[in-house]
């Protein structure tokens, strides 16, 4: 962790959940994915949590990952390792940007001290996953590792319909509203009002 305390009370409790999210097999995953993908050169984490996080806290990783998921201008075009803090954040920034273009939503954006800090991983691993999934979908030829370690995204599947197929459903009823089977009102009483009982005998 960056030059940081130990946290206590709350802090500590809200870590600790925070903490409990990580998932061990998704980082097997995922280390996998990355060096399929980018291949040996990027190195190997040491086992555990702050292996995984020494390995990607630089940003050097994640802009490869970037870049190799793109066919044509590469995004990020100065990638250089830095023992420099504010060098390393600004190269995880970088990423994000690239990443966020590239098509991934901003919920599921880690943020720089989630992973410089190691305040979440799990928020890093969501990431990850995001751009693994969406990787799969895009199905451009950039992909590289087993297609069933992520899963395809749902896409638009949008429909047009003309004004007359419109009209014509409005005078459907649909099944969840239910059907009267031809039965009536007729002979029903209205609310509120007490049952007419008549008594016909003399």
Sequence with gaps: MAN???SYGLS???QSK???KYDQDLEERLTEWIIAQCGAGVGQPEAGKTGWQNWLKD???LCELINSLSSGNKPIRKIQSSGMAFKQMEQISQFLNAAEKYGITKTDMFQTVDLWE???LAAVQRTLMALGNLAVTRD???YRGDPNWFHK???E???DFSEDQLNEGKSVIGLQMGTNKGASQAGMTGYGRPRQILNNNP
């Design 4 to 6: 940081k305390g130990p």
């Design 12 to 14: 500590r409790e809200v």
């Design 18 to 20: 925070i903490d409990k």
């Design 59 to 61: 940003g050097c990783v």
């Design 118 to 120: 190691g305040k979440d």
């Design 140 to 142: 451009d030829g950039t």
């Design 153 to 155: 995204k749902s896409m």
């Design 157 to 159: 599947n949008r429909r």
